[in-house]
């Protein structure tokens, strides 16, 4: 790990091969930053979406890289949950301009389209070839990521996230190669962000920071970045979905979640996320209210295994004194204060499933990577009992 002397109001660090950059308009430096990256080259390819286009944000990010003598292109077909036609069309995209370096900008679903894209532009092949850890045997063009969300964590991660047109499966394809070299932390980025989206992402960076403090492949290194991301987010969710001008706020939800998605860099999640993806699947649920609306169930369930280390994220937040509870049972308590505060649903019921579909959605749960790292085992029956608690 090292730091760089950066200009006042920013500052940087070279943590795991990524180097990152936090501070109010940091977006600004997309040029330079490109520019070390790609010393003779001169194309790139910004992989967003059209909201980014319709707030600003992709200009001004054109605007630096061109400024910095580099021709950017604009691949803005991104959507939410990006599928394997996305990153085929990104890809398509990074071809057409000669791209020598990507830029994902927007939310997790930008910057894993630009990450699958890189898989493909490199690589070859087809998403599926690259589905699990580290299948890619060629280099990958160097990338930036730019999140415009306090919420996935995916700029800190080696994994793009991208489901299969058909089944909608979703897949993990991770590689230490995909990571982006740097990364551009902008809290006035997330300033602009629709209240009821702020709301959805800031729960999935808390389910991160929860669910990696624990996890079966927990470190002292995971467990450090989840920890201070739990204090981060904890002290500044409500502040920030009350006021999005709140400049602390902002830049302690940008920054709790980028280290909660450090934290799953370096460990893993486990069984909300098992629960969510299929309530995605099949209806509909956006990703972060899916796994809020589990996680205090998670957390009950995972309690005797693991309530000394809730115990130490009570003590993080400084929850302990204040209601007579168990210590999972005060954070899942936590938790649904949260979700109240965000809007967010917290029953299935409220999606129209019913009793009759639960056994199919445990089915599939079950068979997530992600149910294999939950601190308590999980099979079928009680995953089922999981979302029996969540109806």
């Known amino acids: ?79 939410e949950n990006p599928t394997t036609a996305h990153a085929e069309a990104a890809a398509e995209a990074a071809r057409a301009c000669g791209a020598e370096l990507l830029v994902g900008l927007g939310g997790g679903s930008s910057m894993d389209c630009c990450k699958a894209a890189n898989f493909l532009v490199s690589n070859g092949g087809a998403m ?27 700029e800190a991660q080696r994994f793009a996230l991208v489901s299969q047109v058909d089944s909608h499966r979703k897949m993990a394809c991770g590689d230490k190669k995909a990571r982006f070299r740097t990364v551009l932390l902008d809290p006035d980025l997330i ?15 808390v389910s991160h920071a929860l669910e990696s403090y624990v996890s079966t492949r927990r470190n002292p290194v995971s467990q450090l970045f989840a920890r201070e991301s739990w204090r981060l987010l904890e002290r500044s969710f409500e502040p920030f979905l009350q006021n999005s001008d709140d400049a ?61 280390l809730y115990a130490e994220l009570n003590a993080t937040a400084g929850l302990n004194g204040h209601v007579p509870l168990a210590a999972p049972d005060r954070l899942a308590a936590r938790v649904a204060e949260l979700q109240d505060a965000a809007g967010l649903p917290r029953h299935l019921g409220h999606y129209g499933i019913d009793a009759d579909g639960l056994g199919v959605l445990a089915h599939e749960a079950a068979d997530q990577w992600t149910a294999n790292f939950n601190p308590r085992r999980v099979d079928r029956d009680r995953l089922l009992g999981l979302y029996e608690a969540a109806l």
């Open 191 to 205: 300033a602009t962000v629709p209240r009821d989206v702020a709301a959805v992402t800031a729960m999935d960076a």
């Open 128 to 154: 599926e070839d690259y589905w699990g850890v580290d299948k890619a045997t060629k280099p990958m063009l160097p990338s930036i990521g730019v999140p415009t969300t306090a919420g996935t964590g995916s």
């Open 248 to 308: 602390q706020a902002r830049a302690d939800m940008l920054l709790g979640a980028h280290l909660s998605g450090a934290a799953i860099e370096a460990s893993m999640l486990g069984a909300a996320h098992s629960c969510a993806n299929p309530l995605t699947a099949r209806h509909g649920v956006v990703h972060g209210v899916a796994v809020g609306l589990m996680l205090p169930h998670v957390i009950r369930f995972n309690g005797d295994a693991v309530a000394g």
């Open 1 to 79: 790990m090292s730091h760089r002397i950066e200009p006042e109001g920013h500052w940087s660090v070279d943590l795991g091969g990524v180097h990152a950059v936090f501070g109010a308009g940091a977006l600004e430096r997309m040029g330079e930053q490109a520019r070390d990256l790609v010393a003779e080259g001169t194309h790139v390819l910004v992989v967003t979406d059209p909201g980014l286009e319709a707030a600003g944000h992709v200009d001004r990010a054109v605007a630096s890289l061109r400024d910095a003598g580099l021709d950017a292109c604009v691949f803005d077909g991104v959507e």
